[in-house]
């Protein structure tokens, strides 16, 4: 199993385990039934406690910056990749991205942006063996989460690998996340 496979699957079972926790699977639903919108910086603050308390987790840091290849990026000179994780028994770390947009095809959009901006980093800084985005969205069938990401990164001109794709249901929350 290559080292990338095995990334997602201990990130599948990170969030599996985060959106498990029946508190964040209340306020999911009290966020669904009170129509509250701009909630990823509480979904950042919950998952940064989730963290710190994971046993597979080594330590993390938050907001880590990076300076930007002008090359790649020329607008832009530095960003912060929201969490930068490492793994117990592990050298390196992985970069993570987490995105919070209700509708699938706006977060999967908006995902495959945040890889790209990792992608962009310059390579003398970047101490990452991989690079990751969770988005939490509306709920939609595995299929359909696959066609958009597929049709999207063909737009943007990014290779997702299909078996480098993991889409769940949030319980009863009329939420899922993504992982790519």
Known sequence: MSSELRDLEFLNTLAEEFFKQMHIRKTLM?????????WEKWLQIE????????????????????????????????????????QKRKHSQLALELKQI?????????????????WSIRTSEFDIRSVWCLGVHNEDSF?????????????????????????????????GFTIF
């Open 102 to 118: 209700d509708s699938p095809v706006s977060c999967i959009v908006a995902m495959l942006k945040d890889i790209k901006k990792m």
């Open 30 to 38: 009290v966020i669904r039934e009170e129509n509250i919108s701009g």
């Open 143 to 175: 299929e359909s989460i696959h066609r958009n990401i597929v049709y999207q990164a063909g737009v943007q001109n990014i290779e997702i690998q299909p078996k480098m794709i993991v889409s769940k249901k949030i319980g009863k929350t009329g939420y």
């Open 47 to 86: 998952f940064s406690v989730f963290l710190r308390k994971y046993e597979e987790v080594k330590s993390w840091g938050r907001e880590s910056p990076y300076t930007l290849d002008q090359r790649i990026a020329k607008a832009q000179q530095k960003c912060a990749v929201d969490f930068i994780i490492h």
